[in-house]
Nanobody
Framework: QVQLVESGGGSVQAGGSLRLSCAASGNTYSSKCMAWFRQAPGKEREEVATISTGGGSTLYADSVKARFTISQNNAKNTVYLQMNSLNPEDTAMYYC???????????????????WGQGTQVTVSS
């Protein structure tokens, strides 16, 4: 089992920045990828970004490329999501997730993620 706890959400004006953190505990060695997803009210869950825990390769959704950066600190078992140039369309609950699927680093696929955090709310006002 892997436990995930997100933090860092909040309210910000358009154009601002936030950094989300996800602290992992438990059998973290089994995770091949860590990722961030988001879900806005009335919308389906959207993949945001993923990072391979071994090699550090990353994937991003087109909607956040060049604005968001996912990174990790393996010594702290923590994954980060730096979000810049935020706009109201980024408003959502953001979830951290961990995957053991061997292909998780090649495709952003939420179905492959076994463990999920409780989420942290991000609200961007215009």
């Amino acid at each position: 089992q892997v436990q995930l706890v997100e933090s860092g959400g909040g309210s910000v004006q358009a154009g601002g920045s936030l950094r989300l953190s996800c602290a992992a505990s438990g059998n973290t060695y089994s995770s091949k990828c860590m990722a961030w997803f988001r879900q806005a009210p009335g919308k389906e869950r959207e993949e945001v970004a993923t990072i391979s825990t071994g090699g550090g390769s990353t994937l991003y959704a087109d909607s956040v490329k060049a604005r968001f950066t996912i990174s990790q600190n393996n010594a702290k078992n923590t994954v980060y999501l730096q979000m810049n140039s935020l706009n109201p369309e980024d408003t959502a609950m953001y979830y951290c997730a961990a995957a053991t699927h061997p292909l998780c680093g090649l495709v952003l696929n939420g179905a492959w993620y076994n463990y999920w955090g409780q989420g942290t709310q991000v609200t961007v006002s215009s």
